[in-house]
């Protein structure tokens, strides 16, 4: 008697990988291997074209960008492309600017694959705090200047949560704040209210990484109008390690 023969499903997989914050060569090996290997890449809009280039001519190019109060694709769309594309037995790659998991959403996306018994890897990226501020001469901790360091999302008013202010306003720390340009304002007010010092250095690190960098700097009361010259992608860096940047800048 013969045996049954078993059913095998053609499970793809899905490999998250952060891109790092734009100079290409910021990307790790793996997420260079695994670009170059996926037969479909779902890329989002701080993915730079260099990266972007190495994925194999033949790979689909799936793009699901979003910028500041525009979504191009809906989230739980890019979630049913990844799901979908999984299951017909592709190698995908989620290619996200920075690291997936810092302000990323890259959970939230695994968080589904894994309840549709969907595999997958995470190849962590470089942050963009990480990234933009070291090509910026700006240390995230110093032994004179800061002995923490905090990454706060700057859509800090839309989400219906209040972060604790009260936390971030010391001066030993340095706060790096993603996304915040839109919300300078409302971000000076609250430090301001909760103690920081009106004259506490802060920097805005634009296109961080890439040949367009640009380095705003000044201090927390001006933070405001320095946000009105700067265009994003821009981070916003609040500390004294910032009063740094015209000893240590290397990257022209």
């Known amino acids: 008697m013969s045996a049954t023969p078993i059913s095998v499903t053609n499970q793809g997989f899905v490999s998250l990988v952060g891109a790092g914050p734009g100079d290409p060569d910021l990307l790790t090996v793996k997420g260079y291997r ?4 996926a037969e479909v890449v779902v890329y989002d809009r701080l993915v730079s074209p260099e990266i972007l280039a190495l994925a194999n001519s033949e790979a689909e190019m799936i793009y699901v960008g979003k910028k500041l109060d525009f979504h191009c694709v809906p989230q739980g769309k890019i979630n049913q492309i990844l799901v979908e594309k999984a299951k017909e037995g592709k190698r995908v790659v989620r290619l996200k600017g920075g690291d997936s998991f810092i302000f990323g959403r890259g959970g939230e996306e695994l968080e589904v ?5 969907i595999s997958f890897e995470v190849v962590p990226g470089i942050t963009a705090a990480a990234g933009a501020t070291a ?5 995230l901790t110093h032994r004179d200047h800061a002995q923490s360091v905090q ?9 219906g949560r209040e972060i604790e202010w009260h936390s971030l306003a010391q001066s030993n720390n340095t706060l790096v704040f993603y996304m915040g340009l839109k919300q300078s304002g409302y971000i000076t007010h609250k430090l301001l209210e909760t103690g920081l010092d009106e004259t506490m250095p802060c920097a805005i690190i634009e296109n961080g990484t890439r040949r367009e960098q640009h380095v705003y700097t ?10 009105k010259e700067a265009v994003s992608p821009a981070l916003i860096v609040v500390g004294s390690v910032t009063s740094l940047h015209n000893k240590l800048k290397w990257f022209n």
């Open 218 to 227: 000044g201090v927390l009361r001006d933070l405001p109008i320095m946000a």
């Open 151 to 159: 990454f706060i999302t700057g859509h800090v008013q839309n989400d």
């Open 135 to 139: 090509y910026a001469g700006i240390p």
């Open 34 to 37: 695994v670009i170059q290997q």
């Open 113 to 117: 694959l894994a309840e549709q018994g």
